[in-house]
């Protein structure tokens, strides 16, 4: 079973839709991170969060930690937010990241 | 900004080759990290390093790996003889020791090819 889990595995959206990316863990984590993988492979941190939740223009991640869950939503989706996005949990005694299988979005026109 | 960089960008060589990737982490940080990723698989961690030695390593992680800072800047892994199943994509990542939140910075990746 993996430790983490995302869902939808694929997710396509009409631009301007509102999008939701989950993302279940099963292990003590420190902290939960979400990332984006563009075409050619290059991952870039959009969020770190062990609480609450995080804004950064369109982009809202939320976390809740007695049910394990955190979720990542974009508002206004645009063609350009066309990624995979992946959750990854730091495993509470060390700093190594945990992958999920990441959700493939793409935002058509 | 600083940013994590990685050579080469790609790599390609023969089954049983010796293959060295190069990370230069952010300036001032101390902790770093090795992930691969399978074409079309996740990401997976392969080790961790800080203060000149490993802190933390998978079970991928066999006697063919090595890692090694060879001075102040770089971060090297090293596959001794590599197999086919080796092709990936390698990420470095660096981490600031000083901030408790340890985020990682990942570098652009070396795309791997064994043939």
């Known amino acids: 079973k993996n430790e983490v889990e995302q869902s939808p595995q694929n997710l396509t959206a009409q631009e301007g839709e509102f999008i939701t990316i989950n993302c279940s863990y099963s292990?003590?984590?420190?902290?939960l991170h979400w990332l984006q993988q563009h075409p050619g492979g290059g991952i870039v941190s959009l969020f770190m969060?062990?609480?609450g939740k995080k804004k950064h223009g369109r982009l809202i991640a939320t976390i809740n930690i007695q049910e394990k869950h955190s979720s990542l939503h974009i508002t206004a989706s645009h063609p350009r937010d066309s990624a995979v996005y992946i959750c990854?949990?730091?495993?509470?005694?060390?700093?190594?990241?945990?992958f999920g299988t990441g959700t493939l979005l793409a935002v058509q026109p | 900004e600083p940013e994590v960089t990685q050579t080469p960008s790609h790599q390609v060589t023969q089954m049983g080759q010796e293959v060295i990737l190069r990370c230069v982490p952010i300036?001032?940080?101390?902790?770093f990290y090795w992930y691969r990723q399978i074409l079309g698989q996740k990401v997976e961690f392969l080790v961790s390093?800080?203060?000149?030695?490993?802190?933390?390593k998978s079970e991928i992680f066999d006697d063919q790996f090595s890692v090694e800072r060879p001075d102040g800047s770089n971060f090297t892994l090293k596959i001794r003889s590599t197999k086919l199943e080796d092709s990936a994509m390698y990420f470095c990542?660096?981490?600031?020791?000083?901030?408790?939140?340890?985020?990682?910075?990942f570098g652009p990746g070396t795309r791997l090819t064994v043939t």
């Open positions: 969060l062990s609480s």
């Open positions: 990542a660096s981490s600031d020791t000083r901030l408790s939140s340890y985020e990682q910075y």
């Open positions: 390093f800080y203060n000149n030695e490993i802190s933390e």
């Open positions: 292990v003590g984590i420190s902290a």
């Open positions: 990854a949990v730091r495993s509470g005694a060390t700093n190594k990241l945990i």
């Open positions: 300036s001032n940080h101390l902790y």
